[in-house]
């Protein structure tokens, strides 16, 4: 069974710093993606990382795929005030079954403060 | 540029009721998604739609009844309602049920069950 866990789960950090969110997960799996979510609202598509060594960048944000460490890394560059969300990471499950399924980690909130 | 549509934002019911959250999409997706949140965990999958005419359980079906009534709408039904499903649910759409497609969502139902 597939369990997909992040770290930190909570994260308060200032402005203008860098930091990474980590997602681990347990069983094979090269399809993983990136969510936002801001408070009471709906998750917003951030990244797709379809294969081993994926690395996609929008802004200060970019993502990383190392599926034999069964890693993806999210890492926030020069941190603002905008980017305070909870962000999730979802892995695909039972990739050669057309029932595939995303497995989604708990998430990991996020604040920046001035 | 409506998206994923849910209805309705929020709904208080007793423990014994029924009711049926809507959801539609004008995307044009052939596979949509029921997901629960609960408060320090990521989306649990209850029942999705590969594409119009199935349905297929997810992870926590137990309790909840879905109808693809045609490619834009799926609906969820709590038959009698308990307290341990009080949660948001979320309904989300993509192009194809590949796993390189995105999954789009809609602002969520505030389910409160007392």
């Known amino acids: 069974e597939l369990k997909v866990e992040q770290n930190p789960l909570f994260l308060s950090m200032q402005e203008g710093k860098n930091y990474t969110i980590y997602c681990n997960y347990s069983?094979?799996?090269?399809?993983l993606y990136w969510y936002r979510q801001d408070p009471g609202k709906s998750l917003e598509s951030l990244f797709v990382?379809?294969?081993n060594g994926a690395v996609k960048q929008e802004g200060r944000l970019m993502a990383s795929l190392d599926t034999k460490a069964r890693l993806s890394t999210l890492h926030i560059t020069a941190a603002v005030h905008d980017l305070s969300a909870t962000y999730f990471c979802a892995v695909v499950a039972n990739l050669r079954d057309s029932n595939y399924q995303l497995i989604w980690g708990a998430g990991t909130k996020l604040i920046i403060k001035p | 540029n409506a998206g994923v549509t849910q209805t309705p934002k929020f709904q208080v019911l007793k423990t014994g009721q029924s009711m049926t959250l809507q959801c539609a999409q004008d995307?044009?997706?052939?596979?949509m998604y029921w997901y629960r949140q609960d408060p320090g965990m990521g989306l649990r999958l209850i029942y999705y739609?590969?594409?119009?005419?199935?349905?297929d359980k997810g992870e926590v079906p137990n309790g909840y009844n879905v109808s693809r009534l045609n490619k834009r709408e799926f609906s969820l039904r709590l038959e009698s309602a308990a307290p341990s499903q009080t949660s948001v649910y979320f309904c989300?759409?993509?192009?194809?049920?590949?796993?390189?497609?995105?999954?789009?969502f809609g602002d969520g139902t505030r389910l409160s069950i007392l």
């Open positions: 069983t094979t799996s090269d399809r």
């Open positions: 989300a759409s993509s192009e194809a049920p590949g796993p390189g497609q995105p999954q789009h």
């Open positions: 990382l379809l294969s």
């Open positions: 995307m044009n997706h052939n596979s």
């Open positions: 739609s590969a594409s119009e005419g199935t349905t």
